[in-house]
């Protein structure tokens, strides 16, 4: 069966870093695209980042663009979210997630299994 | 960036009644939409993608309609465990945004 775990998230001071881990199993993990998506506490969903299933391109919240990098290691199964110079705002649960389709997704990288999700708290 | 609106924020309902969100895109989306339920401390789930597609396993009883810049998911008899809150997504265009959210409370 398809698992998602997120791991990585902790208490960082604002300006801080952190980089966030999803480790895939139960799929082809090398075959899917990957997204983040984040939830600030008591918020909405906020689609945050995603990544082709080759890490052949990447695409970018406007909020997160050039602080947050996303990327992948195939070899691991492991999904990945550099998160720099992090603010206040960036406080959120985040969100692995797998897309439905293998290979190229575009205009349908829909999500079909989440992770629980992995709580980041930026406070000095 | 594509704006989405979902009407209502929020509505209460009992079980067994019928019930209908609407999400609205700011510019067209074809049928590049996702709906999600979200129960409270949990991750979402996929409903209905491609505006109107049953994900597997999701009971009969949600579906989705639209095109363009105006969707809807109805819920056709509400059930106890279908108290949650509902997203809409579009994937048309990056950033992919989602919908503010709609609370299905009980009555």
């Known amino acids: 069966q398809v698992q998602l775990v997120e791991s990585g998230g902790g208490v960082v001071q604002p300006g801080g870093s952190l980089r966030l881990s999803c480790a895939a199993s139960?799929?082809?993990?090398?075959?899917?695209?990957m997204h983040w998506v984040r939830q600030a506490p008591g918020k909405g969903l906020e689609w945050v980042a995603f990544?082709?299933?080759?890490?052949?391109?990447?695409y970018y919240a406007d909020s997160v663009k050039g602080r947050f990098t996303i990327s992948r290691d195939n070899s691991k199964n492991t999904l990945y979210l550099q998160m720099n110079s992090l603010r206040a705002e960036d406080t959120a649960v985040y969100y692995c997630?797998?897309?439905?389709?293998?290979?190229?997704?575009?205009?349908?990288?829909?999500?079909?299994?989440w992770g629980q999700g992995t709580l980041v708290t930026v406070s000095s | 960036d594509i704006q989405l609106t979902q009407s209502p924020s929020f509505l209460s309902a009992s079980v067994g009644d019928r019930v209908t969100i609407t999400c609205r895109a700011s510019?067209?989306?074809?049928?590049?939409l996702a709906w999600y339920q979200q129960k409270p401390g949990k991750a979402p789930k996929l409903l209905i993608y491609?505006?109107?597609t049953l994900q597997s396993g999701v009971p009969s009883r949600f579906s989705g309609s639209g095109s363009g810049t105006e969707f809807t998911l109805t819920i056709s008899s509400l059930q106890p465990e279908d108290f949650a809150t509902y997203y809409c997504?579009?994937?048309?265009?990056?950033?992919?945004?989602f919908g503010p959210g709609t609370k299905v409370d009980i009555k």
């Open positions: 997630a797998k897309v439905l389709d293998e290979w190229n997704c575009g205009g349908d990288c829909y999500s079909d299994y």
């Open positions: 997504q579009q994937l048309n265009s990056y950033p992919f945004t």
């Open positions: 990544i082709r299933y080759d890490g052949s391109n990447k």
């Open positions: 491609a505006a109107s």
């Open positions: 510019q067209g989306i074809s049928s590049y």
């Open positions: 139960g799929f082809t993990f090398s075959s899917y695209g």
